[in-house]
Nanobody, 125 residues
Framework: QVHVAESGGGLVQAGGSLRLSCTVS????????MAWFRQAPLKEREFVAR?????????HYADSVKGRFTISRDNAKNTVFLQMNNLAPEDTAVYYC?????????????????WGQGTQVTVSS
């Protein structure tokens, strides 16, 4: 059974940084693309970043986080990271990690089969 677990969320002031981690168990981690999504109160879940399989040479970012967030992976630790710099209040959300499934476009939630419970990120102004 695949288990996805996020950590690293918290409260930070605007302009600050956080690093989220996501550890996956029960799957051949290196074979799957991974992504981060987020959901703010009263809003739909939205794509944040995605990293390809293997050594993760291909990454994609939402326009709203490009240049501020960096996704990376450590296959030896079955872990994907999201480094978030220059955080703004509009980045406040629950951040979810997801493991890709059999198909679909990477920016759509339907492309991912396994999800974590989420970690809260709150950015104060």
């Amino acid at each position: 059974q695949v288990h996805v677990a996020e950590s690293g969320g918290g409260l930070v002031q605007a302009g600050g940084s956080l690093r989220l981690s996501c550890t996956v168990s029960g799957s051949t981690f290196i074979m799957y693309g991974m992504a981060w999504f987020r959901q703010a109160p009263l809003k739909e879940r939205e794509f944040v970043a995605r990293i390809s399989t293997g050594n993760g040479v291909i990454t994609h970012y939402a326009d709203s986080v490009k240049g501020r967030f960096t996704i990376s992976r450590d296959n030896a630790k079955n872990t994907v990271f999201l480094q978030m710099n220059n955080l703004a209040p509009e980045d406040t959300a629950v951040y979810y990690c997801a493991q890709a499934g059999g198909g679909g476009r990477y920016m759509h939630a339907e492309a991912y089969d396994y999800w974590g419970q989420g970690t809260q990120v709150t950015v104060s102004s």
